[in-house]
């Protein structure tokens, strides 16, 4: 049998219509959500391990009925860590029926994607989506730029650095400290604020350095840990994540630099990995909202089960509140409309996976929660996790009650009409 | 001060050799053959990654030199049965083809190894400090690579100056019709030519593979800098391209160690106010903060005020 070109051609365009077609099919008896960060790239060792804590939340949900009988489903985006794409992959999401996005890695990007949906639900009402920040964290995204439409579970830059600050203005130890951070909207964020809070509860403290570098571009930081020992600071604050923390610290490791180090995202991929083979014993503080080792029984059980699943531990706490959150927010609304559940998690509390109460605050949707600062290094009988293998975990420094995170916000929220 | 000088020149002479390992095959294969080979950058991650397979069967150092080998292989056959034929189609044709090719590579090897980083590791055998410059450790892999690339590079010159291949090659590179008409294959020249070169490149990917990071965006990351040394040394000229790599090298290690910003430059001269209120963001950069930029600017530049490169001889 011989087709000709023009059969040929219509047979090529219905195959390529078919991966269009089938998302719309089966959208009402499913929950999706699109997970929009980077699988590919600097950012992949992240982004992928997000993507599979999402799944594994999604099928334990699913496991206790979904919501309103319907299942979660999460969808990956690769946003490329790029604004453009992040952007193109999110209309993407929309046009396949999803009117839920969640997505983390960049303040940047969230940025962006809260600027767009806010539009796009101007243009398009009763076709609403809604936009789940859940690690994103300059503080512009609750304050001058909040959209009712965004929903942050992560504490913001400036909340983590006021804890961090509180915590470092005791230890006597820090005489100079150098600020290396990644340059854009979140580097800055952290560098303002560290800036700012160290100089106002310890003016003595010296700052010796203030690198700003490229984001996840960097393979070898050698030059700058060559900058670091040379400027003979004790301690280093930087908000570095995914890569650029674990390559960092690795090439501390080779260059046998030995300070204290104040961080944000020490846990990520590759992290732990390259601090036990720094021998940063007990010398890398980390600040966030949940670390494994607090001995808080559901907590543990669902560490145990997603260490079995995966070769991965609990990075994202807050990824936990936020599915368990969206769940309870849409039987609340007895509804999955954005709207609604926007309107639902307004105020709602819940205990938080590492116990205690959190609460999405009304004013500027920023999660109110614990929040704990950690070491890293050998482990006692009362640390029974370790992180990658290396036989180090988490053990508890200090803790921050919810109601001692809580900073005033500028946000103005313009609520839908309803 | 003096311990920040030495241990940047350290790292910028081993970025810069890294470099010229890539550098140089590109500028031999352009001088030959004409073609800017815009997938010179994909062998270089072939060469890491088929290290990494290698290295997981038997071993860091048969991947040493299996991956180079195995990468020029593939190249050779790239040339014989797709840059041959595209060449009859001229310059444009074959410019698109390896354009086309970085991103073929690209995916074929997502598929095969996926998007995530390899766990490359260090042979243990030099994993420990080599030296110590006042109290910076210097890793043995570090001092390794360096003296394997200038091992590499003292090889290729004495190739090409003293034996009988590399005085046809450098016959090839200016008169290639000369040297088909006196009866050598040309043709096959070529091919063993663009086979070396991403053996070359490919080798400078099995050394850095462990040392830097594997993973499937790593041509894409140092592709465009690659150009640059080849632009700024001089299209064709292989002296050019040892000189510019170091210069590109030494240049982006010092700039990230300088923190120097408009605003100081103009406070030595007395000025300190800025002048200009609405470029405050330009006054108070550093130029550790413009580090990754400055090899595109000094491209530019060279291109404005000498396009034939440092060493080049020929426009393109």
């Keep these: ?418 | 001060m003096l311990e920040l000088v030495l241990v940047s020149t350290l790292n910028g002479v081993l970025y810069g050799m890294l470099l010229f390992l890539m550098a140089s095959g590109l500028t031999l294969i352009f001088s030959m053959m004409g073609v800017l080979n815009f997938a010179h950058a994909s062998f270089y991650m072939l060469g890491a990654f088929f290290g990494f397979q290698i290295s997981l069967l038997v071993g860091f150092w048969p991947g040493l030199i299996l991956a180079p080998l195995l990468a020029g292989f593939i190249g050779a056959l790239i040339e014989r049965y797709g840059l041959r034929n595209v060449h009859r189609h001229g310059h444009v044709a074959e410019l698109l083809f390896t354009f086309g090719l970085a991103f073929v590579i690209e995916e074929v090897v997502q598929m095969i190894w996926g998007k995530l980083p390899l766990d490359y590791r260090i042979p243990p055998s030099l994993d420990f400090s080599a030296f110590t410059i006042f109290s910076t450790n210097y890793p043995a892999y570090k001092m390794f690579m360096l003296l394997f690339a200038i091992g590499i590079f003292v090889v290729l010159l004495l190739v090409l100056t003293r034996t009988r291949v590399g005085l046809i090659i450098q016959a090839s590179l200016t008169h290639p019709h000369m040297v088909g008409m006196l009866g050598h294959n040309v043709p096959r020249i070529f091919m063993l030519v663009f086979g070396l070169g991403c053996a070359l490149a490919a080798v400078a990917g099995v050394i850095a593979g462990p040392a830097l990071v594997t993973q499937s965006n790593m041509a894409a990351l140092l592709g465009p800098i690659l150009f640059v040394v080849v632009v700024i040394g001089g299209l064709g000229s292989l002296a050019g391209a040892f000189v510019a790599s170091l210069l590109i090298g030494l240049l982006q290690t010092f700039a990230v160690a300088v923190n120097l910003s408009f605003a100081d430059v103009f406070g030595l001269l007395g000025i300190h106010s800025n002048p200009v209120p609405f470029l405050s963001d330009i006054w108070f950069v550093t130029v550790a903060q413009v580090a990754p930029i400055m090899p595109y600017l000094l491209l530019v530049l060279i291109l404005i005020f000498r396009p034939t490169g440092l060493m080049g001889t020929r426009d393109t």
């Design chain 1, 1 to 418: 049998m011989k087709f000709g070109w023009r059969a040929k051609l219509a047979g090529a365009v219905a195959l390529m219509a078919i991966p269009f077609a089938m998302p719309v099919s089966g959208a009402d008896d499913t929950i999706k959500i699109a997970y929009v960060d980077p699988l590919s790239g600097g950012g992949a060792s992240i982004g992928e391990v997000g993507l599979k804590t999402f799944q594994f939340l999604a099928d334990e949900l699913n496991a206790k009925g979904g919501a309103l009988g319907k299942k979660f489903e999460i969808v990956g985006y690769d946003n490329k860590l790029n604004a453009q794409e992040t952007l193109v992959q999110v209309q993407k999401a929309i046009d396949s029926g999803i009117r839920i996005i969640t997505q983390g890695n960049g303040s940047a990007f969230a940025a962006a994607i809260s600027d767009f949906v806010t539009k796009y639900n101007e243009r398009n009402p009763g076709k609403e989506v809604i936009y789940f920040n859940y690690a994103a964290v300059d503080p512009v995204l609750t304050n001058d730029k909040c959209s009712f439409w965004h929903f942050r579970w992560d504490a913001n830059s400036d909340q983590k650095m006021e804890a961090l600050s509180n915590y470092m203005k005791d230890r006597k130890n820090i005489k100079k400290i150098y600020l290396i951070n990644q340059d854009y909207s979140f580097g800055q964020a952290v560098r303002t604020a560290a800036l700012t809070m160290i100089k106002a509860k310890r003016p003595d403290i010296e700052i010796v350095g203030d690198e700003m570098h490229p984001l996840l571009k960097i393979t070898d930081f050698a030059p700058y840990i060559a900058k670091i020992k040379a400027s003979g600071a004790d301690s280093v604050i930087t908000g570095n994540w995914g890569q650029d923390f674990a390559l960092l610290v690795k090439a501390a490791a080779d260059a046998g630099l030995q300070t204290d180090w104040y961080t944000y995202y020490a846990g990520g991929t590759g992290g732990p990995t390259a601090m036990k083979q720094a021998g940063l014993n007990h010398r890398v503080f980390a600040i966030s909202e949940g670390i494994p080792n607090l001995g808080y029984g559901p907590a543990d059980e669902f560490e145990k089960a997603i260490r079995a699943k995966y070769n991965f531990s609990l990075f994202y706490p807050r990824a936990v509140n936020q599915m368990r959150m969206l769940q309870a927010a849409i039987e609340k609304a007895k509804s999955a409309e954005p709207t609604k559940i926007g309107a639902a998690l307004e105020g709602m509390k819940i205990n938080v996976h590492d116990g205690g109460e959190g609460y999405m605050r009304a004013d500027d949707h920023q999660f109110i929660q614990p929040l704990y600062i950690a070491s890293f290094g050998e482990r006692s009988a009362k640390e029974p996790f370790d992180e990658e293998g290396t036989g180090w975990g988490w053990k508890l420094a200090g803790k921050i009650e919810a109601a001692n995170t809580v900073l005033p916000t500028t946000c103005k929220m313009n609520r839908p009409a309803s």
